[in-house]
């Protein structure tokens, strides 16, 4: 199938360089979001995500006239989702006393519906949103035949994961393997046909349900992974054992790989995708569901641990260093590390947080440094939460004179324990019993 221009719904993390990427690959792309101050950042030629290379490329594509954004989609050969799928902060499901979180799939109805009026035959729609099993068939395509089109025979319908890395996103979206997943077989072949455009990895055609399993799967499996490191954390520390020195030894096994454990996890996939099998059959994820509990509630170990380390909180200053939800991002989207600054704040801590990402975060109830400096100078103990490479850099020789902080404790293994002690702190490291 041929394609000469496409609507790209959603420009965030994945619609934003996804539509960049196609239009400087020779397709005409119509960027569409609701948030109307994004569209006019973009229209203005800045951005309003951390991405590296991204400006350069969404640069080129504007300047080029092949990328257009705009509030509204248009007519177009194929349109792309791209919206988020978080799940509900303020309603939950019950199972045998088990209470999960249920997936909020209002953008992905409220795109889709956007794009009826715009519907032509031969048209082809792709959901990449990360989505509950049957998404596409049960909820996308009876939404889209309500313009009087037949899914499979007046368009195709699909279903492709997105599993870019951020940081990594456009090396990672042109080659990485690309699974699609037609709702009919030819589906699938328009779905190969409009990523061949950009795509080096292998594109792989599956059906729609398939693909929507295969990315709740890679995620669920790095989840359960994690919980299972993060376990082995709290044994570590209960055997007077050192867990990152125990897995490194684990992992000379040929066939062991164990993730790393740390203060939780966050971000818009990890930690929000396992709940949507859990939500899709609560009876048959008695493990997803476990795991998740663990990794939720890693907050409250770090919490312990600097307690131990600390003593009584109350009026204890803390600099937390990192809030995002992993290294050298942006994204402080269901960031444990946000989690840990709540809990040391209710214990009566007075915490100042410095994210070099995202220094002028707005939350509610988070006092944000401007500079490294202001948010240690006054600080009691210090405390790594996300393993930036800024943070490894750090010279605890330089630190020691610039901060009244004694006590440094790092939850993901980023600091040298013996640098940090000889500089004159006190080092103390998450899983570290020894
Ligand atoms: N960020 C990642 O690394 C990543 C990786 C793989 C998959 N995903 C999945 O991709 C999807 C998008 O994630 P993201 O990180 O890009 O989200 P995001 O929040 O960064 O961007 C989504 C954008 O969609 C816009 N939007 C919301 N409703 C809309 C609508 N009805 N019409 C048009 N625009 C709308 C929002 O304003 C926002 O700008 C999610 O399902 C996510 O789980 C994300």
Redesign the pocket.
């Known amino acids: 199938m041929n394609f000469q221009k496409i609507c790209v719904?959603?420009?965030?993390?994945?619609?934003?360089p996804t539509a960049s990427t196609f239009a400087t690959h020779g397709l005409r792309v119509v960027g569409?979001?609701?948030?109307t101050a994004?569209i006019e950042t973009l229209r203005g030629g800045k951005i309003h995500?951390h991405e590296p290379g991204l400006g350069t490329v969404l640069q080129a594509a504007l300047e080029s006239g092949d990328l257009t954004v705009s509030s509204e989609p248009e007519e177009a050969d194929a349109f792309l989702i791209?919206?988020?799928?978080p799940f509900y902060l303020d309603t939950h499901g019950e199972y045998n006393g088990r209470q999960y979180k249920l997936a909020d799939m209002r953008?992905v109805t409220?795109?889709t519906e956007?794009i009826i009026p715009h519907l032509r035959k031969g048209n082809l729609v792709v959901l990449?949103?990360?989505?509950p099993p049957r998404t596409t068939i049960d909820l996308v395509a009876p939404i889209l035949e309500r313009s009087g089109l037949k899914v499979g025979s007046d368009f195709f319908l699909c279903y492709s994961?997105?599993?870019?890395?951020?940081g990594q996103?456009l090396r990672e979206l042109i080659e990485n393997p690309r699974v699609v997943g037609g709702i009919t077989p030819e589906s699938a072949a328009a779905g190969r046909d409009l990523y061949a455009t950009f795509v080096k990895g292998e594109i792989i055609e599956t059906d729609a349900t398939t693909a929507e399993m295969v990315?709740l799967m890679e995620n669920t499996t790095r989840d359960v992974n994690i919980a299972i490191a993060n376990e082995f954390s709290r044994l570590a520390e209960k055997f007077g054992v050192d867990v990152w020195e125990a897995i490194s030894l684990a992992n000379r096994h040929p066939r062991i790989n164990i993730l790393n454990p740390g203060p939780g996890v966050g971000?818009?996939?990890i930690s929000?995708?396992p709940w949507f099998f859990v939500e899709a059959a609560p009876d048959l994820t008695p493990l997803i569901y476990q795991a998740r509990q663990v990794n939720d509630e890693q907050p409250h170990f770090v919490l312990s641990k600097v307690r131990q380390a600390v003593g009584s909180l109350n009026e204890k200053k803390i600099a937390v260093l990192g809030l995002a939800y992993k290294p050298d991002v942006d994204?402080l989207?269901e960031s444990p590390a946000t989690e840990v600054v709540h809990l040391l704040q209710k214990d009566g801590a007075r915490v100042k947080v410095w994210e070099p990402f995202k220094p002028e975060a707005d939350l509610p109830g988070i006092d944000m440094a401007c500079t490294l400096e202001e948010a240690i100078l006054e600080a009691d103990a210090l405390l790594l939460l996300v393993n930036h490479t800024e943070f490894r850099a750090l010279h605890p020789d330089d630190l020691i004179s610039t901060t009244k902080a004694r006590i440094a404790f790092d939850t993901v293994n980023g600091w040298d324990a013996e640098k940090w002690q000889k500089a004159g702190f006190q080092f103390i490291r998450l899983g570290a019993g020894k």
């Open positions: 719904l959603g420009l965030g993390y994945i619609g934003l569409v979001d609701i948030n994004i995500i791209a919206v988020p799928t953008a409220s795109a956007a990449e949103s990360t989505s994961p997105e599993r870019v890395l951020p996103i990315k971000g818009h996939c929000v995708d994204d989207r």
